[in-house]
């Protein structure tokens, strides 16, 4: 079972693509945990068990980085690295003027 995958829909469903290059998924502290406690309806804060898997996986930087890869280059739903939508659009924003301050 892939990190975030609820019962018979895994995380390549959820995040819209191909799960090229995802390795690091095997690696993921939710991997197995219910998908539900990641991608709650609404507005809801972090589920505490997801939160904790988050805060002690040795892959979240990875996970923050695929959700910010999103295809469509939109933010993928629910949270990832710990992250919500929120949290992701502005890193997503921080990390793309960063990028343009160093290439000028």
């Known amino acids: 079972m892939r990190p975030h995958s609820r019962p018979g829909q895994g995380t390549e469903a959820r995040a819209g693509g191909s799960m090229n290059n995802a390795d690091w998924m095997n690696d ?3 991997r197995g945990m219910d998908g539900e406690l990641f991608f709650p309806i609404g507005n809801q804060p972090l589920d505490p ?3 904790a898997a988050c805060q002690r996986c040795p892959v979240a930087s990875e996970c923050l980085t695929y959700s910010l890869r999103a295809p469509g280059e939109s933010v993928a739903d629910g949270y990832w690295a710990g992250m919500s939508e ?3 659009r502005y890193e997503k924003r921080r990390r793309n003027r960063h990028l343009t301050a160093v290439a000028s």
């Open 86 to 88: 929120d949290e992701r």
């Open 49 to 51: 068990e997801a939160g």
């Open 28 to 30: 993921a502290a939710c």
